[in-house]
């Protein structure tokens, strides 16, 4: 156990729909990581904050987005889902968010059908 | 902006053999060079990482080498054991913090 926890752990909805990821990280991480997993396309970054702030973006789509609150838990909003949006939303938290472990969440299990 | 390229894509040895898997990448910033291992089911772990001030790292037996020169970084384990069975990613985080992984090695040690 990493110690970063995310929820729901299975998700199924429908084209169109809009979901929301929760991430809590490690305790005394201050950043937060979200990739996205699919078959074809292996491990994606997405997007990172830092103490709640963005600090990297990735391959985020613009119907992407995401937040850091001051508990510093996160969410990933996605919006607009597509089938192809189906995929592992991994969320990995690290202390300083720099050339660190990044320690992994069990993951979100998205179905858009 | 970064490109990495991992290969092979699937890699089968015997039990106490050594494996190898190599990752090159396209963005000359880039400063860190993480390896997880990925096992069916589960969360990526990192197993070795290395900085890109060295050239080569290790860990009982796992060690990772950098040329930077070439921008290429490998994953060498001895002595496969088949709890090493796994898919084995590399990543490098080029400018501005930003991570790129390479499309993963699904690994097969064979008792």
């Known amino acids: 156990d990493s110690g970063v926890t995310q929820t729901p752990k299975h998700l199924i909805t429908a084209t169109g729909q809009r979901v929301t990821l929760r991430c809590s990280p490690r305790s005394g991480d201050l950043s937060v990581y979200w990739y996205q997993q699919s078959l074809d396309q292996g491990l994606q970054f997405l997007i990172q904050?830092?103490?709640?702030?963005?600090?990297a973006k990735g391959n985020i789509l613009e119907r992407f987005s995401a937040q850091q609150f001051p508990d510093l838990h996160s969410e990933l909003n996605l919006s607009s889902l597509e089938l192809g949006d189906s995929a592992l939303y991994f969320c990995?938290?690290?202390?300083?968010?720099?050339?660190?472990?990044?320690?992994f969440g069990p993951g979100t299990r998205l179905l858009v059908l | 902006g970064e490109n990495v390229e991992q290969h092979p894509s699937t890699l089968s040895v015997q039990e106490g053999d050594s494996a190898v898997i190599k990752c090159t990448y396209s963005?000359?910033?880039?400063?860190?060079f993480p390896w997880y291992k990925q096992e069916l089911g589960k969360r990526p772990q990192l197993i070795i990482d290395?900085?890109?001030?060295?050239g080569e790292k290790k860990d009982q037996r796992i060690a990772v080498t950098l040329n930077k020169t070439a921008k290429h970084f490998s994953l060498h384990i001895t002595e496969t054991q088949p709890e090493d069975s796994a898919v084995y990613f590399c990543a490098a985080m080029g400018n501005f913090n930003k991570f790129y992984f390479g499309s993963g090695t699904k690994l097969n040690v064979k008792p």
């Open positions: 963005d000359s910033a880039s400063n860190y």
């Open positions: 990995a938290s690290s202390t300083s968010g720099g050339k660190e472990t990044q320690y």
């Open positions: 904050y830092y103490n709640g702030e963005e600090r």
């Open positions: 290395i900085r890109s001030n060295v």
